[in-house]
């Protein structure tokens, strides 16, 4: 187990490892500056011995907590390559303490701390702009929640119940089968599955066939709207009946569900939900810190890629400039060989390279336009052998999990 050496901070001021003894002070700053079931998440998270006290920090004046943090283990696929990842959560500061850095310094901790844990990459739903301050920057689209403009026709009322510690094997097989389809996919950790049973911001619930789960899906707590998202189905006939249980949680009230495109609930409800344009992008952020170890790590991907796409590179490098800085794999007979960094190459498409602004280079790895979108949008990232670049960096389709929805 390790812990955070304590941090002098301006003013007096310490950042440290939380204590059991902060509890009751973390759980009212994340009442206060955020909503009350952030207090009930923060205690499943430090609570649970999976995570620890050792995820979260404050900042402390004295005895008085007057900013915190938490950082998440999650796990992130990408073709069939995993990428242990880290996600900061349950941030607050309060009022009469900000503008001083101290999410700033958590910030730090938090990436410090993420490293020491492996991850190479980190991932965020955030406040708009602010987590760029940090390294972040937008990457993978958040999927649209639709309208149900009417409901499947079927006798009775489905009978949902909520998920018990017992059915986690149940989702996760749901939930892999539907992630399945994508190219990138964030699942929910085992720890986070535990958590979402028990905390207030969200309930889960499955519906049975024959004593065995056949569907289940998460929503928000009924008022107005309902929304039902992380929906999986083994059928579409469980699909159908999911869709009228969560219905009838809340008569009444408007229900919107999350798309997963190609999903079998996406083809389920086709005929049900409006097909309504999105009036803003909304996306999550990607942090890659280190950009040659992520590369390192896409190695059997890439050349995957390369292979499957019939390019001929063999006995040359793959340059990939960030403009501050460069990067070169050299391409064998039967693979990629380990990358190494460079300094700044302004000019890499002189030498067949590619051209990729650093804030735009989760995207490229991550996001739906590839390196042909890209280059269409922005003039600072290009291909020098654009078929090389093409099949190196393809247009994605993502699905994340997250611990709080981004709606």
């Known amino acids: 187990m390790s812990t955070i050496n304590p941090v002098p901070l301006p003013g007096g001021l310490e950042l440290r490892q939380a204590r059991p003894a902060d509890l009751d002070q973390i759980s009212a700053l994340l009442a206060e500056r955020g909503e009350p079931v ?15 006290w050792e995820a979260c920090a404050v900042v402390a004046d004295g005895d008085r907590v007057v900013s915190t943090a938490t950082l ?8 069939g390559v995993r990428l242990p990842a880290g996600q900061v959560e349950l941030v607050a500061t309060e009022r009469a303490y900000e503008g001083r850095g101290l999410v700033r310094a958590l910030m730090r901790w938090a990436h410090e ?10 991932t965020m739903i955030g406040i708009p702009y602010f987590y760029r301050l940090f390294g972040y920057e937008y990457a993978i689209d958040i999927p649209p929640a639709l309208s149900v403009r009417g409901l499947p ?6 009978a949902l119940r ?9 989702l ?3 939930q892999d089968a539907a992630q399945s389809r994508f190219d990138v996919a964030m699942p929910h950790s085992a720890a986070c599955s535990r958590w979402l049973l028990a905390h207030d911001g969200s309930s889960t619930w499955v519906l049975e066939r024959d004593g065995a789960v056949v569907a289940s899906g998460r929503t928000s707590p009924p008022d107005d709207e309902i929304l039902l998202a992380e929906a999986a189905a083994r059928d579409e006939v469980a699909a159908r009946d999911l869709l009228r249980g969560v219905a009838a949680l809340a008569p009444g009230a408007e229900l919107r569900v999350v798309h997963r495109a190609g999903t079998v609930t996406a083809a389920a409800w086709q005929a049900f939900v409006k097909d309504e344009p999105r009036e803003q992008a909304e996306q999550y952020y990607v942090r890659i810190p280190d950009v040659a170890a992520l590369l390192d790590r896409l190695r059997p991907l890439l050349w995957r890629r390369l292979t499957e796409a019939g390019v001929d590179h063999a006995g040359r490098d793959v ?24 300094g700044p190459m302004q000019g890499p498409g002189a030498v067949g390279g590619a051209g990729v602004a650093p804030d735009y280079l989760p995207a490229l790895v991550f996001g739906p336009h590839g390196m042909d979108g890209l280059t269409r949008i922005r003039p600072d990232v290009y291909a020098g052998e654009e078929e090389l670049f093409r099949a190196l960096f393809p247009p994605l389709t993502a699905d994340v999990l997250s611990f709080y929805l981004p709606y």
Do not use: C, M, W
């Open 38 to 52: 952030d207090a009930v998440d923060h205690r499943l998270v430090v609570e649970d011995p999976e995570a620890g």
């Open 153 to 158: 026709r079927g006798e009775g009322t489905p």
């Open 113 to 122: 701390r993420s490293a020491a844990r492996g991850h190479v990459i980190q």
């Open 319 to 342: 340059v990939l400039s960030t403009f501050g800085a460069h990067y070169r794999i050299p391409v064998g007979a039967d693979g990629l060989g380990e990358v190494t960094a460079g």
């Open 72 to 79: 998440l283990d999650e796990n992130v696929r990408i073709g």
């Open 162 to 170: 909520r998920a018990e510690p017992s059915d986690l094997p149940a």
């Open 172 to 174: 996760q097989k749901l």
